[in-house]
Protein backbone atom coordinates (compact mmCIF):
# COMPACT_ATOMS: atom_id res chain seq x y z
CA UNK A 1 0.00 0.00 0.00
CA UNK A 2 1.11 3.22 -0.83
CA UNK A 3 1.82 6.12 1.69
CA UNK A 4 -0.61 9.21 1.15
CA UNK A 5 -0.40 12.76 1.91
CA UNK A 6 -3.57 12.46 4.17
CA UNK A 7 -1.64 9.81 6.34
CA UNK A 8 1.38 11.96 6.69
CA UNK A 9 -1.40 15.46 7.11
CA UNK A 10 -2.06 13.71 10.21
CA UNK A 11 1.33 13.46 11.67
CA UNK A 12 1.76 16.91 13.84
CA UNK A 13 5.36 17.52 12.88
CA UNK A 14 4.08 17.78 9.41
CA UNK A 15 1.23 20.35 9.96
CA UNK A 16 2.98 23.37 8.30
CA UNK A 17 3.80 21.64 4.53
CA UNK A 18 1.90 22.24 1.97
CA UNK A 19 -0.21 19.54 -0.22
CA UNK A 20 2.74 19.43 -3.30
CA UNK A 21 5.16 18.97 -0.51
CA UNK A 22 3.32 16.08 1.11
CA UNK A 23 2.68 14.41 -1.78
CA UNK A 24 6.29 14.58 -2.97
CA UNK A 25 7.25 13.34 0.90
CA UNK A 26 4.62 10.60 0.44
CA UNK A 27 6.55 9.64 -2.67
CA UNK A 28 9.87 9.60 -1.01
CA UNK A 29 9.10 7.93 2.37
CA UNK A 30 9.82 3.79 2.37
CA UNK A 31 6.67 1.79 4.01
CA UNK A 32 7.69 -0.53 6.96
CA UNK A 33 5.22 -2.94 8.79
CA UNK A 34 5.91 -4.77 12.07
CA UNK A 35 3.38 -7.44 13.92
CA UNK A 36 2.36 -6.80 17.40
CA UNK A 37 5.11 -8.50 19.87
CA UNK A 38 8.29 -7.46 16.91
CA UNK A 39 10.64 -4.48 18.21
CA UNK A 40 10.55 -1.55 15.73
CA UNK A 41 14.10 -0.26 17.35
CA UNK A 42 15.66 -1.15 20.41
CA UNK A 43 18.05 1.20 22.76
CA UNK A 44 21.39 0.76 22.83
CA UNK A 45 21.75 0.31 18.78
CA UNK A 46 23.17 2.61 15.80
CA UNK A 47 20.29 4.16 14.03
CA UNK A 48 19.97 6.28 10.83
CA UNK A 49 16.30 6.22 9.86
CA UNK A 50 13.48 8.05 11.20
CA UNK A 51 10.15 6.80 11.48
CA UNK A 52 6.55 8.23 11.30
CA UNK A 53 3.27 5.63 12.80
CA UNK A 54 0.45 5.81 10.06
CA UNK A 55 -1.41 2.71 12.03
CA UNK A 56 -1.38 0.43 15.00
CA UNK A 57 0.06 1.00 18.91
CA UNK A 58 3.01 0.57 20.19
CA UNK A 59 4.84 0.83 23.68
CA UNK A 60 7.79 2.71 24.51
CA UNK A 61 10.02 1.73 27.01
CA UNK A 62 13.95 3.23 28.43
CA UNK A 63 16.09 0.84 30.40
CA UNK A 64 13.08 -1.50 30.44
CA UNK A 65 10.66 0.63 32.01
CA UNK A 66 7.37 1.77 30.04
CA UNK A 67 7.52 5.21 29.35
CA UNK A 68 4.64 5.75 27.33
CA UNK A 69 2.57 4.48 23.84
CA UNK A 70 2.98 5.85 20.32
CA UNK A 71 -0.19 5.71 18.09
CA UNK A 72 -1.19 7.31 14.52
CA UNK A 73 0.59 10.67 13.83
CA UNK A 74 3.39 9.78 16.36
CA UNK A 75 7.13 10.31 15.01
CA UNK A 76 10.16 8.30 16.64
CA UNK A 77 13.61 8.23 15.74
CA UNK A 78 14.44 11.89 14.73
CA UNK A 79 17.90 12.01 16.97
CA UNK A 80 18.80 9.70 14.08
CA UNK A 81 18.68 12.08 11.99
CA UNK A 82 20.70 14.90 13.26
CA UNK A 83 23.69 12.59 14.99
CA UNK A 84 24.26 9.15 12.94
CA UNK A 85 26.65 8.19 15.49
CA UNK A 86 24.04 8.47 18.29
CA UNK A 87 22.53 5.13 19.82
CA UNK A 88 19.15 4.60 19.61
CA UNK A 89 17.41 6.21 23.56
CA UNK A 90 14.52 4.05 23.45
CA UNK A 91 12.32 0.83 22.82
CA UNK A 92 9.71 1.26 20.44
CA UNK A 93 7.66 -2.46 20.33
CA UNK A 94 4.40 -3.46 18.36
CA UNK A 95 1.37 -3.87 20.12
CA UNK A 96 -0.33 -4.20 17.46
CA UNK A 97 -0.03 -4.79 13.71
CA UNK A 98 2.18 -1.25 12.88
CA UNK A 99 2.54 0.14 9.76
CA UNK A 100 5.51 3.31 9.34
CA UNK A 101 7.23 5.37 6.73
CA UNK A 102 10.61 5.58 7.06
CA UNK A 103 13.29 7.89 5.92
CA UNK A 104 17.21 7.64 6.63
CA UNK A 105 18.93 11.18 7.64
CA UNK A 106 20.54 11.38 4.02
CA UNK A 107 17.17 11.20 2.61
CA UNK A 108 15.63 13.59 5.05
CA UNK A 109 18.43 16.24 5.33
CA UNK A 110 17.23 17.33 1.98
CA UNK A 111 13.34 17.69 2.94
CA UNK A 112 14.45 19.58 5.87
CA UNK A 113 16.56 22.31 4.14
CA UNK A 114 13.48 23.20 2.09
CA UNK A 115 11.48 23.18 4.67
CA UNK A 116 13.18 24.72 7.44
CA UNK A 117 10.09 24.87 9.51
CA UNK A 118 10.18 21.48 10.21
CA UNK A 119 13.77 21.35 11.18
CA UNK A 120 12.29 24.11 13.56
CA UNK A 121 9.24 21.69 14.82
CA UNK A 122 11.61 18.63 16.12
CA UNK A 123 13.69 20.95 18.12
Do not use: N
Amino acid sequence: MAITPQELRAVSLLASIQDKELRKLARELKERRYEAGQTIVKEGTGGIGFFLMLEGAASVSIRGEQRGTLGPGAAFGELALFDLSADRMATIQADTAVRCAGMTAWEFKPFVIAHPEVAWAML
